[in-house]
């Protein structure tokens, strides 16, 4: 019995020495896992960012290539992209697109709605939109956006021929 109440005894914690070893440690070690962490953290938020820039940019450019490959007749002007597209069997109608230099983010629109401007991560700008003819047929159209929150750029080229044009 004399001998567990020695050995209870001499276990009396932490001693000074250890302490002082263990709390700069200590602190170097949750510093460290800190500044991992915050570092994460803004490589998460730069790659939604980028995510969503570019789903917004593909989103416009996909639409504007549809309106386009179906497209009957299309008249290019600095102003607007105006496409004629048969909506149903008995009326044609007509899609217009664009760009409103009046709103901050300068969205696309598409019959007067937008099509790209703000997302989640910040406020999408379109920096560029233009559109030439380039045969009688082909429309090349160039689509540049930037969130500058995250000093993201990205931009789309793409041509594309009206399928429905008889030449």
Known sequence: ??????????????????????????????????????????SYNRLRAESE?????????????????????IDVTAARLRIKTRQNTESPG???YTQDTVSPCKPVRRKDQPITGDSDTGRVVIKEFSYRQTGPRTVEVIIRGEISEHGLSYRLHTAVTCLNIKE
């Not at 700069?24 to 570092?39: D, E």
């Not at 570019?54 to 497209?71: H, P, T």
């Open 94 to 96: 007509y899609v217009t």
């Open 1 to 42: 019995m004399s001998l567990r109440v020695r050995e209870c005894q001499n276990q009396r914690g932490l001693s000074l020495l250890s302490l002082i070893i263990a709390v700069p440690l200590l602190t170097v070690l949750l510093w460290t896992m800190g500044i991992l962490a915050l570092s994460s953290l803004r």
């Open 53 to 73: 820039l570019v789903s917004e940019l593909s989103f416009a450019m996909e639409r504007i290539c549809r309106d386009l490959s179906y497209g009957e007749e």
